[in-house]
């Protein structure tokens, strides 16, 4: 079965930087875009990074110029770098991806299991 793995949350004061990481493993046939989302305490989730197969990013306007998206196809894995943080960042942080998986012939879409970013003083 296929699955997300997220790594790279945690505690950082503002003006900070943190990098998740996200791998997709399974069997997989080919991947094509891949993003992250993220959801805040009372919010809705909402759309942070994508970047597609090839290679045109979109970046929220809320964390462009400070957020930056990219993968490594070899390693089915997406990466997201945060720098200079916010309070605002705060969120639960979930890698997504378009996953077409060995066997019958669809594209389905995955969701990590969420990674905690908090920044605060």
């Known amino acids: 079965q296929v699955q997300l793995v997220e790594s790279g949350g945690g505690l950082v004061q503002p003006g900070g930087s943190l990098r998740l990481s996200c791998a997709a493993s399974?069997?997989?046939?080919?991947?094509?875009?891949m993003g992250w989302y993220r959801q805040a305490p009372g919010k809705q989730r909402e759309l942070v990074a994508t970047?597609?197969?090839?290679?045109?990013?979109n970046i929220a306007d809320s964390v462009k110029g400070r957020f930056t998206i990219s993968r490594d196809n070899a390693k089915n894995t997406v990466y997201l770098q945060m720098n200079s943080l916010k309070p605002e960042d705060t969120a639960v942080y979930y890698c997504?991806?378009?996953?077409?998986?060995?066997?019958?012939?669809?594209?389905?879409?995955?969701w990590g299991q969420g990674t905690q970013v908090t920044v605060s003083s």
């Open positions: 997504n991806a378009h996953i077409t998986a060995m066997g019958p012939s669809f594209l389905v879409e995955y």
């Open positions: 399974g069997s997989i046939l080919r991947i094509s875009a």
């Open positions: 970047i597609p197969s090839g290679g045109s990013t």
